[in-house]
């Protein structure tokens, strides 16, 4: 398909490649016009009719210039200055021809320079049209020395296969000109297409859940994506070395190159965090480089646990009516056999029942705030003010002692999120620093402060804290050391603080007794200090 000759669709190559070819007909001009006044007899230039040799190289001479004029105003339209310089040529060389002595001087076959030039410039389009001028114009002027200067009519089959020539070229470059659009719209309809690909491989990086690392054959790291950064707790810049940055990655990296298999399928990156490794070679073979895949391991389990805690909850929702009635007649039936019983050992089977069945009736109410999560109301509210309305409640409800749990904030920390929500979090939190603390002054403290411009509150307490292989699975539900608990206030208090746009974390103390966990709130500000 043929690009339209129309103005607005002539980009400035179009133009660049006129003025070229105007430059060698100013050249052109130029040399016939010092060689004409010069020597142009020696050189058979003129040798019929010097005057009008010389004549018709200085209006020649006249007309390049005059084209620059035309280029540089871009008036008239571009097919329009073509046409007029390659008719310029079809009419000046024939007259320079004639006036050199006809066909033995072989000025006529410049016009075969002129009928190339043509034709890719403008990409084959009427190439032979000016072909057939040429022809015609060559013959006009053959036929005019046969008849005014007696020329010998043999030199018509000189002219003829000129002519001829004429042709060819001329469907040579109307040709090479098609085959140069072709290949040039390929070249710009490939080139659309690896914009939209990279586009596109920039987009499925950035949003892959994955971390994708591409390194080369030497290990340097050529290409990565925010969940790599967020997994190596680094952000690697293009030219890295892989072993500089991360050995331990590069290691499993240079056995794989070595073997073909990784020494262990998952690779520790952090406390608690671990990624499934795979190794994907960017050609058939490892020499060119590869591409990492780091598979987040917690988000596996998390996704894992989503669904079982979904199918759990719809079960919870459909059997809790059915449940929770029949261990209310329990307990009921059970605290009426125990105002009757007298004997010891009835009393103490009979409070082992009445225990289980609350236990059992716990398990129901918490499975049953995991749909919660789905009917957070955030709102914005003063963070201290919260905070001592519930010290205050939590003392009473758990008969702490004086002094027990502090408090420690200053100023105001206005923050987003559910009261309801907040509350829970921290009963639960709260709760468990209580079972497990000293009970002493000072062994539950709250501490509001900021980090990096956000608003932080820290649950200390002075138990014995929790070890590294217990912190990994801290919030993963129905997982608890103690014999009475479900194992599910972490995870629920958790999920409140993630649907809230806040982050929950266990910070170990280092160096001190206890644990600590800490509620970073998303999108607070301070009103002040």
């Known amino acids: 398909m043929m690009l339209p000759l129309s103005p607005e669709n002539h980009p400035v190559d179009f133009w660049r490649s006129l003025r070229y070819y105007n430059i060698y007909r100013l ?36 007309a390049a210039l005059l084209s620059f004029v035309l280029l540089r105003m871009r008036k008239p339209r571009f097919a329009l200055q073509l046409a007029l310089q390659v008719c310029g040529d079809i009419v000046f060389f024939p007259i320079l021809s004639y006036a050199s002595g006809g066909m033995q001087s072989n000025v006529g076959l410049l016009l075969l320079i002129s009928l190339a030039a043509a034709g890719l410039i403008s990409r084959g389009r009427i190439t032979l049209f000016f072909a057939s001028l040429a022809s015609i114009s060559t013959l006009l002027a053959q036929a005019f020395a046969v008849l005014h200067d007696d020329a010998p009519v043999s030199q018509f089959v000189q002219v003829g296969m000129q002519c001829m020539a004429y042709f060819a070229v001329a469907w040579m470059a109307h040709s090479l000109a098609k085959y140069a659009v072709d290949s040039q719209m390929l070249a710009q309809r490939r080139g659309r297409d690896l914009i939209s690909m990279s586009e596109a491989n920039r987009l499925v990086m950035r949003d892959m859940q994955d971390g994708i690392l591409v390194v080369d054959a030497h290990g340097v790291i050529m290409q990565t994506n925010p969940s790599a950064a967020r997994l190596l707790r680094h952000t690697p810049i293009s030219g890295e070395l892989l072993s500089a940055t991360f050995p331990m990655l590069f290691g499993q990296y240079a056995i794989w190159k070595q073997n073909g298999t990784t020494r262990r399928d998952t690779l520790q990156l952090d406390v608690g965090m671990q990624a499934r490794l795979r190794f994907v070679a960017v050609e058939r073979d490892a020499a060119h480089g590869a591409v990492i895949f780091l598979e987040d391991m917690q988000r596996v389990q998390a996704e894992a646990q989503q669904i079982k805690l979904a199918a759990l909850g719809r079960l919870t929702a459909n059997i809790a009516h059915e449940v929770r009635n029949p261990l209310s007649a329990i307990s009921y039936a059970t605290e009426l056999m125990q105002e009757g019983a007298v004997d010891v050992q009835q009393q103490r089977l009979l409070q082992i029942v009445l225990d289980n069945t609350q236990r059992i009736n716990q398990i129901v109410q918490d499975v049953m705030q995991l749909n919660r999560r789905d009917r957070a109301q955030p709102e914005r509210f003063d963070l201290h003010e919260l905070l001592v309305t519930f010290v205050d409640e939590f003392n009473r409800a758990e008969r702490l002692d004086p002094g027990m749990l502090v408090l420690l904030a200053a100023g105001e920390h206005a923050v987003d999120f559910d009261r309801g ?8 939190l709260c709760g468990n620093a209580v079972r497990y603390g000293r009970r002493k002054p000072g062994s539950l403290m709250l501490i509001v402060g900021r980090e990096e411009g956000a608003v932080v509150l820290d649950m200390q307490d002075d138990g014995p804290g929790i070890s590294a292989e217990h912190s990994a699975r801290l919030f993963e539900p129905f997982f608890t050391t103690a014999a009475q608990g479900t194992g599910l206030g972490l995870y629920i208090a958790k999920e409140l603080c993630d649907v809230n746009g806040a982050q929950l974390h266990y910070r170990p103390r280092l160096g001190h007794r206890g644990a600590c966990f800490r509620i970073t709130f998303g999108g607070s500000n301070e009103h002040g200090e």
């Open 27 to 62: 050249a052109l001009a130029l040399l016939f016009v010092m060689l004409g006044g010069l020597v142009g007899q020696k050189l058979s230039l003129g040798a019929y009719n010097l005057l009008l040799f010389f004549s018709a190289s200085v209006v020649y001479l006249v």
């Open 421 to 428: 929500h907040l509350r829970q979090v921290l009963w639960n």
